[in-house]
Protein backbone atom coordinates (compact mmCIF):
# COMPACT_ATOMS: atom_id res chain seq x y z
CA UNK A 1 0.00 0.00 0.00
CA UNK A 2 1.11 3.04 -0.72
CA UNK A 3 1.86 5.91 1.81
CA UNK A 4 -0.96 8.90 0.26
CA UNK A 5 0.86 11.19 3.04
CA UNK A 6 4.31 10.89 1.75
CA UNK A 7 3.29 11.72 -1.71
CA UNK A 8 1.43 14.25 -0.99
CA UNK A 9 4.59 15.76 0.86
CA UNK A 10 6.90 14.86 -2.45
CA UNK A 11 4.39 16.11 -4.74
CA UNK A 12 4.31 19.54 -2.99
CA UNK A 13 8.13 19.48 -2.97
CA UNK A 14 8.86 18.49 -6.34
CA UNK A 15 5.80 20.61 -7.98
CA UNK A 16 7.51 23.58 -6.31
CA UNK A 17 10.67 22.96 -8.08
CA UNK A 18 10.26 21.75 -11.87
CA UNK A 19 7.03 20.75 -14.15
CA UNK A 20 6.76 17.38 -13.31
CA UNK A 21 4.65 14.07 -14.26
CA UNK A 22 3.48 11.73 -12.03
CA UNK A 23 2.57 8.16 -12.43
CA UNK A 24 1.76 5.00 -11.35
CA UNK A 25 4.99 2.49 -11.39
CA UNK A 26 6.51 -0.40 -9.57
CA UNK A 27 3.46 -0.54 -7.14
CA UNK A 28 3.78 3.28 -6.03
CA UNK A 29 4.02 6.40 -7.11
CA UNK A 30 6.71 8.05 -9.52
CA UNK A 31 7.45 11.26 -10.30
CA UNK A 32 9.09 12.24 -13.64
CA UNK A 33 11.02 14.88 -14.60
CA UNK A 34 12.35 16.06 -18.17
CA UNK A 35 10.97 12.12 -18.70
CA UNK A 36 13.40 10.61 -16.29
CA UNK A 37 12.12 8.98 -12.58
CA UNK A 38 13.52 11.56 -10.20
CA UNK A 39 11.79 9.73 -7.05
CA UNK A 40 9.03 7.86 -6.30
CA UNK A 41 7.20 6.48 -2.83
CA UNK A 42 7.31 2.62 -3.14
CA UNK A 43 4.55 0.47 -2.43
CA UNK A 44 5.84 -2.33 -2.39
CA UNK A 45 9.48 -1.93 -0.31
CA UNK A 46 7.97 1.34 2.04
CA UNK A 47 9.73 5.03 1.48
CA UNK A 48 11.04 7.10 -0.83
CA UNK A 49 12.72 6.14 -4.29
CA UNK A 50 15.52 8.51 -4.88
CA UNK A 51 17.48 8.19 -8.28
CA UNK A 52 21.15 9.49 -7.77
CA UNK A 53 24.33 9.70 -9.91
CA UNK A 54 25.37 6.13 -9.86
CA UNK A 55 28.86 6.60 -8.58
CA UNK A 56 27.61 8.46 -5.81
CA UNK A 57 25.36 5.64 -4.69
CA UNK A 58 27.98 3.88 -2.30
CA UNK A 59 28.60 6.91 -0.31
CA UNK A 60 25.06 7.76 0.34
CA UNK A 61 24.09 4.60 1.17
CA UNK A 62 26.20 5.42 4.45
CA UNK A 63 23.51 8.28 5.33
CA UNK A 64 20.89 6.97 8.07
CA UNK A 65 17.61 4.70 6.49
CA UNK A 66 19.10 4.46 3.02
CA UNK A 67 19.89 0.78 1.59
CA UNK A 68 19.70 -0.36 -2.17
CA UNK A 69 16.62 -0.31 -4.43
CA UNK A 70 15.89 -3.76 -5.41
CA UNK A 71 13.85 -4.92 -8.09
CA UNK A 72 13.92 -8.46 -8.44
CA UNK A 73 16.59 -9.34 -6.15
CA UNK A 74 19.25 -6.55 -7.45
CA UNK A 75 20.12 -3.74 -5.94
CA UNK A 76 20.57 -0.64 -9.17
CA UNK A 77 23.75 1.83 -8.83
CA UNK A 78 21.84 5.07 -9.32
CA UNK A 79 18.90 4.35 -6.75
CA UNK A 80 18.35 4.48 -3.10
CA UNK A 81 15.18 3.30 -1.09
CA UNK A 82 15.42 5.80 1.91
CA UNK A 83 13.38 4.57 4.63
CA UNK A 84 10.07 6.40 5.93
CA UNK A 85 11.64 7.14 9.51
CA UNK A 86 14.38 8.96 7.82
CA UNK A 87 12.21 11.50 5.43
CA UNK A 88 9.70 11.81 8.14
CA UNK A 89 11.47 15.29 8.77
CA UNK A 90 10.35 18.30 6.03
CA UNK A 91 14.22 19.28 5.70
CA UNK A 92 15.38 15.38 5.07
CA UNK A 93 12.48 15.10 2.59
CA UNK A 94 13.43 17.94 1.00
CA UNK A 95 17.11 17.40 0.70
CA UNK A 96 16.29 13.65 -1.03
CA UNK A 97 14.09 15.32 -3.23
CA UNK A 98 16.21 18.15 -4.28
CA UNK A 99 19.04 15.25 -4.90
CA UNK A 100 16.84 13.08 -6.94
CA UNK A 101 15.60 16.11 -9.02
CA UNK A 102 18.58 17.60 -9.51
CA UNK A 103 19.82 14.21 -10.90
CA UNK A 104 16.92 13.90 -13.18
CA UNK A 105 17.27 17.24 -14.50
CA UNK A 106 21.27 16.55 -15.31
CA UNK A 107 19.84 13.79 -17.40
CA UNK A 108 18.90 14.95 -21.33
CA UNK A 109 15.07 15.12 -21.33
CA UNK A 110 13.77 12.44 -23.21
CA UNK A 111 11.17 13.31 -26.47
Known sequence: MVDEVLVGRVRELVGARVPVEERRMFGGVAFLVGGHMAVG???KQ?????????????????????????????????????????VADDDELDRWVDAGVAHARSLPPKE
Open 41 to 43: VSG
Open 46 to 86: GGLMVRVPPEETPSLLAEPGTRPFEMRGRGLAGWLLVEPGA
